[in-house]
């Protein structure tokens, strides 16, 4: 109201009309604006694909920085190149000269909007240009036609699965191979083993046998002679004989080797007895006395015990059956036990590599993408899948997802429907993990005159369509959204409560809504997910960063 005063005011002052004062205004803008500015390009009618270069010229000190334009803005035309600043000096001026290179691949006439050129402080703007793009013709009397290639079907590219497999099973074939080899494989008995199996008079044999291969008469060892010596005869006894007889006494051994006697309960002589006891008695002094008998006699009493085991091999009475039986158990469970540590050791180890490697993959990709990745989560298989690519909707939105999104049905009133032309595409729903609605609305006919709608009474009527789904505090936020093409829209954001399905709770959820609009048509990219869900977030980013619009046709 104020600016329409201060209009009429100076209209009735000078008395001059409305329109002569609004022209005399802005051509006192004009020069003051553009005196230091000027834009030109160099063809206004160029052909689909040719490039035009657009000059922006401007005069100034020494001492003033200029900022020209960067990025797409000559939307539009696209600039695929921008070219250094050519400086010129005039006395304490320059004259600086900066060149884009234009072009444009539809047909039409275009118009370059308004270049912001920032001079030190100060803000300029260029004049608008237009530009018509001719379509090339082409001489159909020279270039043959044909028909329309039939669909083919293309096949799907071979995917690396099969060497992940492959490699999967060359680690579990090597641990595998490795636990047998070192566990399971029935590996040659030592030499220790070989004696421990056999039967104890055979032991006891292959013990003497050994003895008498040894060097302690030679070197007068006596002490380590007699050791050996006793101890064949004692485990001998006290396999076959008495149980105790490595931890008794030479009097004690002898007692009971007496008791035994006399209870009947083994045949022994009492020659055999006796030399037995002797010899002992004499290794007791040999080890705690010091004594030294003669070798000669070192090698009598060897030979004693040889025939002495043998008398007493003699008189034992054969094994029963269940003896028999009992020693074939006792083998049995000996085999089982082993059986039993080798079943241990092996999950053991197996279990310690499925541990170690799930450490060193969380320590690498993190704990949760692991867990996630082995348990699996229905928003990282989105995310790792195999993404789709396609247009949806006339004029098309061109966009990359993981899955491809199906029509939907708009559901819209019939009295809206004969008017409008709605077309809808999505994945998911409100209740789910990830859901994603691409539609685009335009009018069945169009008028004389083109209106633009408003993209917030769209946020407004999708806003009442989530809460009538039963969504509850929706925070709002709003920016500016630009696509890797160009196109400038509305991009609506935040936070809000979803419900979840047959309950009455709520989980948390984020939303992402672009709309787009131009001469009479709605584009709009609609995206819900879950709060904590951090690979919905990336599925959503990579998303955002696919968008692209066709411009629609006139």
Do not use: C
């Not at 006192?28 to 009618?45: A, C, M, P, R, W």
């Amino acid at each position: 109201m104020n600016h329409f005063r201060f209009t009429n005011n100076i209209t009735s002052r000078f008395g001059l009309p409305l329109t002569v004062v609004w022209s005399i205004f802005f051509g006192l803008f004009s020069l003051f604006s553009f005196g230091q500015v000027k834009s030109t390009i160099d063809s206004t009618s160029i052909k689909i694909g040719e490039q035009i270069t657009y000059h922006i010229q401007v005069e100034t000190d020494t001492t003033s920085l200029v900022v020209f334009p960067e990025g797409q803005t000559f939307t539009p035309l696209e600039m695929i190149e921008s070219y250094d600043v050519d400086t010129l000096k005039n006395n304490d001026r320059y004259s600086l000269i900066k060149k884009y290179g234009l072009t444009q691949f539809d047909s039409g006439s275009y118009t370059i909007p308004r270049q912001k050129i920032i001079i030190g402080d100060k803000t300029f703007f260029t004049d608008s240009l237009t530009v018509e793009v001719n379509n090339i013709a082409i001489d159909t009397t020279k270039q043959g036609l044909y028909d329309i290639k039939p669909i083919i079907d293309v096949k799907k590219p071979a995917s690396n699965w099969w060497k992940y497999a492959l490699l999967t099973l060359l680690i579990l074939g090597i641990v595998a191979f490795l636990l047998f080899w070192f566990i399971w494989r029935k590996k040659p008995l030592t030499e220790e083993e070989e004696i421990a199996l056999l039967p104890p008079y055979d032991r006891a044999k292959l013990a003497l046998k050994k003895l008498d291969e040894s060097h302690y008469l030679e070197h007068s060892e006596l002490k380590e002679y007699y050791s050996r010596l006793t101890g064949i005869i004692r485990t001998y006894l006290d396999e076959k004989v008495y149980d105790h007889s490595l931890e008794s006494t030479t009097d004690e051994l002898i007692s009971r080797l007496r008791i035994l006697k006399e209870g009947n309960q083994i045949d022994l002589s009492p020659e055999t007895i006796k030399n037995i006891e002797s010899i002992l008695k004499r290794a007791d002094l040999v080890k705690f006395a010091k004594s030294a008998p003669d070798i000669a006699l070192a090698e009598l009493d060897r030979n004693t015990i040889g025939t002495e085991i043998d008398h007493v091999k003699e008189v034992l009475p054969e094994p029963s059956e269940e003896e028999k039986l009992l020693d074939e158990q006792y083998r049995e469970e000996l085999e089982r036990k082993k059986t039993r540590k080798k079943i241990i050791l092996t999950a053991a180890i197996s279990v310690f590599l499925l541990i170690a490697t799930f450490v060193g993959f969380s320590i690498k990709y993190g704990f949760g993408y692991v867990k996630d990745t082995i348990i699996g989560h229905e928003s990282i298989e989105l995310l790792k899948g195999e993404w789709v690519t396609s247009e949806y909707g006339v004029p098309p939105i061109t966009i990359s997802t993981p899955r491809v999104l199906k029509r939907m049905d708009s559901n819209i009133p019939k009295q809206t429907a004969q008017k409008t032309q709605v077309s809808m595409f999505g994945y998911g729903s409100l209740i789910d993990d990830f859901s994603i609605v691409v539609s685009t609305s335009k009018p069945k006919e169009a008028g004389k005159e083109k209106e633009k709608i408003d993209p917030k009474l769209s946020v407004e009527q999708i806003f009442k369509i989530i809460e009538g789904s039963g969504a509850q505090n929706i925070v709002t936020k709003n920016d500016q959204f630009v696509t890797p093409n160009g196109a400038e829209g509305l991009k609506v954001y935040g936070t809000l409560d979803l419900p979840v399905l047959k309950s009455d709770k709520f989980k948390k959820g984020k939303y992402t809504i672009l709309i787009f609009t131009s001469e009479s048509v709605v584009q709009q990219v609609i995206l819900f997910w879950g709060d904590s869900d951090t690979y919905a977030d990336q599925i959503v980013e990579r998303i955002l960063n696919s968008v692209e619009l066709k411009k629609p046709e006139a």
